[in-house]
């Protein structure tokens, strides 16, 4: 290399991340070894936590929601650990709390 090029650091290369924006909805999942040992499980249930997202998306809030397992699912109920089984179960328990989540449209009436 030319003693006049300097390298660029990698870091500068990548481009910043976006700012949160005040109207986007944001959707973290958090699925602890301790609840779901197998990665494989871990994977399908953080699958299920952004697909689930993404449908209920439009009538949440714009903010940054994060969930976060708090329990196991039993390996005896649901020996494989991608089994369809094991997807309804998870789809059903986030879509109820998801509608639980406060909506777009309550929280712009009670702040107004």
């Known amino acids: 290399m030319p003693a006049s090029e300097?390298?660029?650091?990698?870091?500068a290369q990548r481009p910043a991340?976006?700012?949160?924006?005040?109207?986007?909805?944001?959707?973290g999942a958090l699925v602890?070894?301790?609840?779901?040992?197998?990665?494989v499980t871990r994977n399908?249930?953080?699958?299920?936590i952004y697909a689930v997202g993404a449908d209920m998306e439009p009538g949440l809030t714009p903010a940054a929601h994060v969930v976060r397992l708090r329990a196991g699912f039993d390996r005896a109920q649901f020996v494989s650990a991608t089994s369809a089984?094991?997807?309804?179960?998870?789809r059903s328990e986030l879509q109820q709390l998801f509608r639980q989540a406060p909506a777009s449209a309550e929280v712009q009436r009670a702040t107004s």
């Open 6 to 11: 300097t390298p660029i650091p990698v870091a």
């Open 17 to 27: 991340p976006a700012a949160p924006s005040a109207h986007q909805v944001w959707i």
């Open 32 to 39: 602890p070894r301790r609840w779901a040992r197998r990665a």
């Open 44 to 48: 399908t249930i953080r699958r299920q």
């Open 85 to 90: 089984q094991l997807k309804r179960a998870v």
